[in-house]
């Protein structure tokens, strides 16, 4: 992707010397511009930029400019701008991220950058042999850092982790950098971490069938033709709940339906359920316990997202309300979060007013969960529970004249 950035120095240093002569300093300036874009230097472009630039508003050509009038210096401001964006996207197009980065980080909008670096990753993803060439590679390994550890476009990081460097690390990935983003940024990361392992696993488990002659390819064309899922897939064959056969990491199931916990989307939800079902098949050595209220991890996850379904739903309450009242003081805040968000989430306000009033304090140090974070405000599922007086005696015990005062006047206004 770079270019032939080679210069006849000597012939160019006496055009510049000429035209200097000829047609004054600005003119210079643009025949070394028009020289450094045309051999793609172009770090050296924006340097000429800004000594042209310079030169225009009078100002001196090197040091600090601290002394000038405001308002030459922010038509300086300007012209540094124009320079960074020409300079920082002619970068890009070569592939050559890291550094176009360092001129665009100021300069443009991080939804622009973001939109471009889609862009040139699917190109780039195009393209086989991008993946196994270093040449080619390092620009994806550079579009991964700006934007998952950057935080331009989480999602778009680990769609390009996925594609690039496959389901481990960008599952690592996700814990290191997703999983603490608030909701709104985290369920688009979820999503297609959800679907590019329900994909996985069903490509391997629908190869394993079909080899050992369990459903026939027909059958697994059918089920793809109507989007059917893992759950379509099992039931075909039968359940395959009293045989060893495993086809995906445990420990990256596990992560995702974890993961999958942020989304409210009903075809992530369906998704996530299938996996659920997969995991409950698991054999018993590869079905690794989880945090309470998900200790059966398989289990407990197919009730979280069944009930979203539509399914098992007083099930599901009914389950996590238990394992909420039998959690330790550590593992309890989170255990009535669950079901507090659960509750919410199929349409049963007055259960997840319950279960955020049951939920007692942490005992060590607190911190956010994006899970809870998806819960509507206390005030309007409140409101939505008629349980106004119920949350309104709650604040008078927990010293909250605020949350008092906001559900009196929510109330007051129905």
């Not at 002394?67 to 020409?86: M, N, S």
């Not at 739903?313 to 309890?332: G, L, T, V």
């Not at 956010?368 to 709650?394: C, F, I």
């Amino acid at each position: 992707m770079l270019q032939d950035n080679s210069v006849d120095i000597a012939s160019l240093t006496t055009e510049l010397t000429a035209t200097l002569k000829a047609s004054g300093v600005d003119a210079m300036f643009q025949k070394l511009e028009d020289s450094l874009r045309h051999s793609c230097r172009w770090h050296s472009l924006f340097d000429a930029h800004l000594l042209r630039a310079r030169a225009a508003l009078g100002l001196p050509l090197v040091g600090p400019v601290a002394d000038a009038d405001k308002t030459i210096k922010k038509k300086l401001d300007e012209k540094t701008i124009a320079a960074c964006r020409e300079v920082g996207w002619k970068l890009f197009d070569e592939g050559q991220i890291a550094s176009g980065w360092m001129y665009l980080r100021a300069a443009v909008e991080p939804h622009e950058v973001a939109a471009k670096l889609s862009q040139i990753a699917s190109q780039l993803l195009e393209q086989e042999e991008s993946v196994s060439d270093e040449e080619e590679y390092q620009p994806l390994q550079e579009i991964i850092q700006l934007a998952l550890w950057e935080n331009l476009d989480p999602a778009l990081g680990i769609r390009v982790m996925l594609a690039a460097q496959g389901t481990c690390n960008a599952v690592t990935a996700y814990e290191q950098s997703v999983a603490g983003l608030p909701p709104t940024q985290q369920e688009p990361v979820a999503k297609i971490m959800i679907h590019h392992l329900h994909e996985e696993v069903f490509e391997n488990l629908a190869r394993d069938l079909i080899e050992r002659e369990l459903v026939d390819t027909n059958q697994v064309n059918e089920i793809k033709g109507r989007r059917g899922t893992l759950v379509d897939l099992l039931a075909t064959a039968g359940g395959l709940l009293n045989e060893e056969s495993i086809h995906v990491d445990a420990s990256h199931l596990q992560a995702v339906l974890r993961f999958a916990r942020i989304c409210t989307d009903s075809g992530d939800i369906q998704h996530a359920h299938a996996l659920a079902c997969y995991a409950c098949r698991l054999p018993k050595e590869f079905q690794y316990p989880g945090d309470t209220p998900f200790s059966d991890f398989g289990a407990s996850s197919r009730l979280f997202y069944s009930a979203q379904l539509g399914k098992e739903a007083d099930q599901a309450i009914a389950f996590f309300r238990q394992e909420a009242e039998q959690a330790n003081e550590y593992e309890s805040p989170a255990a009535w979060d669950v079901l507090a968000v659960l509750a919410a989430r199929i349409d049963r306000p007055d259960e997840a007013l319950s279960a955020i009033l049951s939920r007692p304090a942490e005992t060590g140090p607190s911190q956010n969960s994006p899970l809870a974070a998806t819960l509507p405000p206390l005030v309007e599922l409140a409101h939505g529970a008629v349980g106004g007086e119920q949350l309104r005696a709650a604040c008078i015990e927990r010293d909250d004249l605020i949350t008092y005062a906001a559900s009196l006047a929510r109330d007051s206004t129905s």
